[in-house]
Each structure stands twice: as structure tokens, then as C-alpha cells.
Nanobody, 123 residues
Framework: QVQLVESGGGLVQAGGSLRLSCTAS????????MGWFRQAPGKEREFVAA????????YYADSVKGRFTISRDNAKKTVYLQMNSLKPEDTAVYYC????????????????WGQGTQVTVSS
């Protein structure tokens, strides 16, 4: 059982930066691959980024590649999403998710989900 809590969302101007954090409960954080997803009003939830259990592999949606960076600190039981060069189209609720295996990380079949944090990018 894993409980996930996101933080770090807020309002930022286009071109700015923001770092999201997701902290997990329990003592088995390193056993889970972690992903970030987002959902804008009226749109389906979409994959943003993922990182393997060891942190050795990362994956990004084409729309954020080169601008966003996912990382993890297993000692702190935390996964981060550094977002640079933000655009208005990045506006969405961002969700953290955990999966027990290092496969299919671009899909939505994760075992646990956080409550989400709002990111709003103004122009």
C-alpha cells in the first residue's frame, strides 16, 4: 500500500519554471516506478513523464521533452518534476502515480495515484 501526495503547483507566467514534488508513504518506495500525468479541463488524462524503480531510465511525452525533467530520491521517498519554459498549454491538474513494475510506464495502468496539484500557466 502506497499513499502519494503531490505539492508545488501554482500560478506561473509563460516561460517560467516550477518544480512539483510527490512524497510517498511506507517503506517500499524504491520498489515502484513513478509517473507524472496531467489532465486539462475537457480533455483526457495524458502521460507526461516516468522514471524506473532505480532511476536509471526516464520517459517523456513528446510535448514536454527537453523542457521537463523527472527525478527521484529514494531516501526521501520523493519523485520530482522540474518544469521549465512553461507554456499556457501546460495548464492542468498534475497527478503522481506509482507502479510495481518497470514496464508499460507510458500507459495508465498504475497501482496508486495521488490527489493532484493544479498548475496554471498564464500568458
Amino acid at each position: 500500500q502506497v499513499q502519494l501526495v503531490e505539492s508545488g503547483g501554482g500560478l506561473v507566467q509563460a516561460g517560467g519554471s516550477l518544480r512539483l514534488s510527490c512524497t510517498a508513504s511506507g517503506r517500499t518506495f524504491s520498489m515502484y516506478a513513478m509517473g507524472w500525468f496531467r489532465q486539462a479541463p475537457g480533455k483526457e488524462r495524458e502521460f507526461v513523464a516516468a522514471i524506473s524503480r532505480s532511476g536509471g531510465s526516464t520517459y517523456y511525452a513528446d510535448s514536454v521533452k527537453g523542457r521537463f525533467t523527472i527525478s527521484r530520491d529514494n531516501a526521501k521517498k520523493t519523485v520530482y518534476l522540474q518544469m521549465n519554459s512553461l507554456k499556457p498549454e501546460d495548464t492542468a491538474v498534475y497527478y503522481c502515480a506509482a507502479k510495481r513494475f518497470d514496464y508499460g510506464l507510458r500507459g495508465h495502468e498504475y497501482d496508486y495515484w495521488g490527489q493532484g496539484t493544479q498548475v496554471t500557466v498564464s500568458s
